[in-house]
């Protein structure tokens, strides 16, 4: 039996914009264009390799590509099935739809869902005022419209089966296309928060526009329901002192190149709030730009990007800052090019928390450090416990013939920063600097692949007061409307009177977890993230 695939298409009034959903073996993907990227690509369990011709794997399918034709087992032909952009692979949507053989259907709103099979609405329970819909299979907002009709809720499901048990005070009315969900009789105004977390979705119905909790002395969480420029956002503040609690960089248990659920990486940093961290490499699961933790680098600088930083002494700033990273061998200074890192480089350095497979060369010579010594010459696949693997071209080779074991090592980080920095972590864009829009604002939008800076979508952000009090926010539409793109993100927080701000990853990475507990509407980090910013 084919795999379960699911992919929705959105299209706008203004431009056809492909808004992909992949659903397949109860996990859900998406994509914001037709043409799939490598990490869609590997997640849907094709496998590739690209040469003069592109060769392709999935289960005993052999697809060869050339000029933008597949192949398929030297019979079957797919013509604009591929494209290959700065030496990567996107695959199109209508092959994955020609090849699994995928039923078509339309909503209403124009909305495509290629699918094989429809997911099943299991259980429908309404307690406590948090509506729970339990279905067989991961879902994704993109089958629920939810409609505000004076004091009445309307929750429009659709494709979907299924034969559900009902608990609560719940109308249910099976259509043709799907269901129909209303609660009503309310007393007043429902205002309905959605999360999904994998096969459940969960729709809270508060009663007023604000509400706030102190989660700890120095922890305060506000939800608020923000008009800016005649459009309605939903917006998660957590507002932290840094004098009174701990802000830090977290990582997955399982180290660098693996991704986690944040909830998980909070848990196992005893975190108790915190949010998504940097941009990642989904191919290596890397994250890109600057990581520090307890002043220890664990991934470089990237670019002109803006810096998140706390101090020894727990003041913040965000800056753009220079920063490399030098390592002493015996009396030899080399210039390291890289932290962690899949990339090539004349000097590489792998630290005890790297979980991938350290690259192996010929044309490389590599050492174990431990307590400062070299304790090793060899190539060795992991970094040892509380060591750390240096990788230098063999160019070098003649320099180096009175390094031996027992050679004294030493690490200096050089940056234009005045002060030592304890946690770092790296993102954008930089949005305010001083209180005002930055000068460069139009080139660092430019800075950002892909539109990021462009798109209006869900969005999280570090923001820091006039008095150094650090924000974390994240922001998204309210009621299934869109986010925030750069410029409407930089006025909406002028307006607020931050001292200075920068974007995180955001889309579907953006995650705000209290006490192990998803707080933003889309909820959907169960794909897993690298690096998060935790509260202690």
């Not at 990227?37 to 496998?47: A, D, E, M």
């Not at 909070?266 to 990581?291: E, Q, R």
């Not at 705000?512 to 998803?518: A, F, L, W």
Request: glycine share 6%.
């Amino acid at each position: 039996m084919k795999k379960i695939i699911v992919i929705f298409l959105s299209f706008s009034l203004i431009s056809i914009l492909f808004s992909t959903t992949i659903l397949i073996n109860g996990q859900a993907f998406q994509t914001t264009t037709e043409w799939l990227p490598s990490k869609l690509i590997n997640t849907l369990g094709f496998r590739y390799v690209l040469n003069e011709k592109v060769y392709m794997v999935y289960k005993n399918d052999l697809f060869i590509g050339k000029e933008g034709t597949f192949t398929l087992n030297f019979e079957q032909k797919f013509e604009n099935a591929f494209k290959i952009e700065n030496d990567k692979l996107y695959i199109n949507v209508l092959f994955l739809k020609n090849y699994f053989g995928l039923y078509e259907y339309r909503l209403e709103n124009g909305t495509k869902i290629f699918y094989d099979h429809l997911p099943e609405l299991k259980n429908i329970q309404f307690k406590d005022n948090t509506l729970n819909l339990v279905f067989s299979k991961e879902i994704t907002k993109e089958i629920v419209n939810v409609e505000i009709i004076d004091r009445d809720l309307y929750i429009n499901i659709e494709p979907c089966i299924g034969n559900p048990t009902v608990n609560g005070n719940v109308s249910v009315q099976k259509q043709a296309k799907g269901f129909l969900i209303s609660i009503t009789n309310n007393r007043l105004k429902p205002i309905p928060i959605i999360t999904i977390q994998k096969n459940v979705m969960r729709i809270t119905l508060n009663f007023t526009e604000e509400e706030s909790k102190k989660i700890k002395e120095g922890i305060l969480w506000e939800r608020k329901i923000e008009t800016f420029n005649n459009n309605k956002y939903l917006v998660n503040y957590l507002h932290i002192d840094p004098k009174k609690v701990e802000i830090t960089p977290i990582i997955s248990s399982k180290g660098i190149g693996t991704r986690d659920d944040l909830r998980n990486i909070l848990k196992d940093n005893n975190c108790i709030a915190g949010i998504n961290g940097n941009y990642f490499d989904p191919a290596t699961n890397l994250p890109i730009d600057l990581v520090i933790i307890n002043g220890k680098i664990l991934s470089d600088k990237f670019s002109l990007r803006p810096v998140f930083i706390i101090t020894y002494s727990n003041d913040v700033f965000i800056k753009r800052i220079t920063l490399e990273l030098n390592v002493y061998i015996g009396d030899l200074l080399f210039l390291v090019k890289g932290v962690n890192t899949t990339a090539k480089g004349e000097v590489l350095v792998y630290t005890s928390e790297f979980s991938l497979k350290i690259p192996l060369s010929e044309d490389k010579i590599y050492y174990v450090v431990k307590n400062g010594k070299i304790i090793s010459e060899n190539y060795v696949e992991k970094v040892p416990e509380n060591s750390v693997v240096i990788s230098i071209d063999k160019k070098y080779e003649k320099y180096l013939t009175n390094i031996k074991i027992g050679t004294k090592v030493d690490f200096v980080s050089n940056t234009d920063f005045p002060l030592p920095i304890k946690h770092a972590i790296g993102g954008g864009p930089l949005l305010i600097e001083n209180g005002k829009e930055i000068i460069d604002s139009e080139e660092e939008k430019m800075r950002y692949g892909n539109g990021l800076a462009l798109s209006k979508t869900s969005r999280t952000i570090l923001a820091i007061t006039k008095d150094g009090k650090v924000d974390f926010i994240v922001i998204e539409g309210y009621n299934n409307k869109s986010g925030m793109d750069y410029d409407i993100a930089t006025k909406f927080l002028l307006e607020k009177g931050y001292y200075s701000a920068m974007m995180l990853d955001g889309g579907g990475s953006s995650a705000m977890v209290i006490n192990n507990e998803v707080v933003n509407q889309d909820g959907e980090i169960q794909r897993g993230i690298p690096v998060g910013l935790g509260v202690k």
